[in-house]
């Protein structure tokens, strides 16, 4: 056997999603921790994938991703944005948002190369960013208080991370896990920032259809001196319902795509062609993805409310499908010490906030927040709150 397996990942363990996941199968409790929904894709959907089949789109798809799919993701970024990307030189189909994330570091960045992360942080980038050589650098969002119940970006905080190492600036709006949006004071605030330096942009808006209160999703592709430095990255999980399928893109001006198309041709090559086949079709149907925020909204409205029976205080959600609690009611502590005592003792599963810092363990990741999902259905969601009302104030 071998004496010695050097790992290039010495500290990572299971993500919080798998182990918090696991521990609801294992205590048999309800599971607003991972985000999933518990219903199924649109029916109209799945017929369009199993007709694909049917029709013999079963072979490798394009490297790019299939040109029909490609076409109808340029409309409606066009249609969203305002930005036109070129279907053959600047949209690549992956497989999930996961696989265009670790593309595109391993495409745009270089030992040596700092990349600042926005604390609190979705697990996956600083991992990926250390395989890809580079050096991840987390600046910390103001966290919640009393009279602003929401993470707010310090940008003045950003702009002091940046040194001349500086290479990129990952963005995630609508956030996971604090729900919030970019406002255009941000865009503006990111102009001025990328006015000075060369910086890259690499905006993960998988949550892009879920934006509540009639607000509209702000991208930095919106604006063409973002949109010129800047990887949008998507996913169709959380627009269908249908996270297992993992099925994204990347959009990219055309010298940035073919970096990441480099990566993407030798790690996964092409992705499932019958389910490129099934979305291309679907995605043309009208008002798709317009129903979404409202059928999310309600949603987290009936968390929100049923909330009030009980000691945890909901805090602003402004898109995704996350909401998170202010659990000072139960002490001090660690978050996930409480998580873990919530899931035994009254079999309701969270994700502790904490998770998404780089020392979890230390109280400037603390601020006891819990994550809740809200992408369950209705019983789902009254049976977790039912539970909830057995928490008690210590
Ligand atoms: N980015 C964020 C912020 C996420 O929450 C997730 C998980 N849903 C992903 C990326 C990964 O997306 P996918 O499942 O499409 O790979
Ligand atoms: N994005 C999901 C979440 O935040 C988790 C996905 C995963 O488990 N990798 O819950």
Redesign the pocket.
Known sequence: MLNQLPSKLPDVGSTIFTEMSALALKCKAINLGQ?FPNYPPPEPLIQAVNAAMRQGHNQYAPMAGLPQLREVIASKVLGQHGQDYSTETEITVTS????A?MSSFLALTHPGDEVLLIDPA?D?YSPALRLAGATPVRVPMCPPKEDDPSFRIDWNRIESAITTRTRMLVL?FPH?PSGLTLKPEDLDALETLVSKRPLLLLS?E??EHIVFDGKKHLSPVARPTLAERTVLIS?F??TFHA?GW?I?YCCAPAQIMTEIRKIHQFTVFSVSTPMQAGIARYLREPNIVSELSDFYQRKRDRLIAGLKNTVLRPLTSEGTFFLLVDTQALGAGLEKELALSLTRELGVVSIPVSAFYADPDSPASNHQLLRLCFAKRDATLDQALERLQGVKNC
């Open positions: 985000g999930g948002a996961t696989e994330l979705y996956l995630n996971n993960d998988v949550y996913s999980g959380k996270t993992k994204g």
